[in-house]
């Protein structure tokens, strides 16, 4: 079973709009990382949290760890079609990085 | 180079065709990962190497699936006698050292089993 679920599987959204992904753990988490994967490439790290309550922001993308560590989110401000792909959250278990991803969420962003 | 880097980045392979993917990670780093990301699916975890030593491989499918690290460097993925659910892309990760930073990941390889 899937130790970490994604929702929405999939979104569509249009242009300019706001989305959130959210990644929910059965178990309290080491370290939550977040990653966006283009179809056919290899992923792309864009986030990692540790502590209970942190929130990062990279351009338009904020991520955020809640207080007990089981949820994380990720939001999109004024998305455009560059943010179009998979995203991926991935589960740290404390062992040498060694990562459980949840099955992504796929964003499609209309221009 | 900059990155890791995986060959080939396509295989087809015959069923019982036995394939051997490769993995150039980042000069200096020390732990490698191999997952394998089937359609539709997120990556799931096969092995991992620090330096030369294959420190857990509980993730391999099946006794067909054999990796190496020789000289802790490049990194070789193996499958003897592929089946068709082997086909998957396979995808390698490296990052500086044991503790928790950032896993950069190459292209990945797609095998298709045919």
């Known amino acids: 079973s899937q130790e970490l679920e994604q929702s929405p599987q999939s979104l569509i959204v249009q242009e300019g709009k706001n989305l959130t992904i959210n990644c929910t753990s059965s178990k309290t988490l080491y370290g939550l990382y977040w990653y966006k994967q283009k179809y056919g490439e290899g992923l792309i790290f864009l986030m990692m949290l540790q502590k209970g309550g942190e929130e990062k922001s990279h351009e338009k993308i904020t991520a955020k760890l809640d207080e007990k560590k089981q949820q994380s989110s990720l939001h999109i401000t004024a998305s455009q079609p560059s943010h179009a792909g998979i995203y991926l959250c991935?589960?740290?278990?404390?062992?040498?990085?060694?990562?459980?991803f949840g099955q992504g969420t796929i964003l499609t962003v209309h221009p | 180079g900059a990155g890791v880097s995986q060959s080939p980045r396509y295989k087809v392979a015959k069923r019982g065709q036995d394939v051997a993917l490769r993995c150039d990670p980042i000069s200096g780093h020390v732990s490698l990962f191999w997952y394998q990301q089937a359609l539709g699916q997120g990556p799931e975890f096969l092995t991992y190497?620090?330096?030369?030593?294959?420190?857990?491989k509980s993730g391999l499918p099946s006794d067909r699936f054999f990796a190496e690290r020789p000289e802790g460097s490049v990194s070789t993925l193996k499958i003897q006698r592929t089946q068709q659910e082997d086909s998957a892309v396979y995808l390698c990760?490296?990052?500086?050292?044991?503790?928790?930073?950032?896993?950069?990941f190459g292209q990945g390889t797609r095998l298709t089993v045919v």
């Open positions: 991935g589960a740290d278990k404390g062992i040498y990085g060694k990562l459980t």
């Open positions: 990760a490296s990052s500086r050292d044991r503790e928790n930073t950032e896993a950069f």
């Open positions: 190497f620090q330096n030369e030593a294959q420190l857990d």
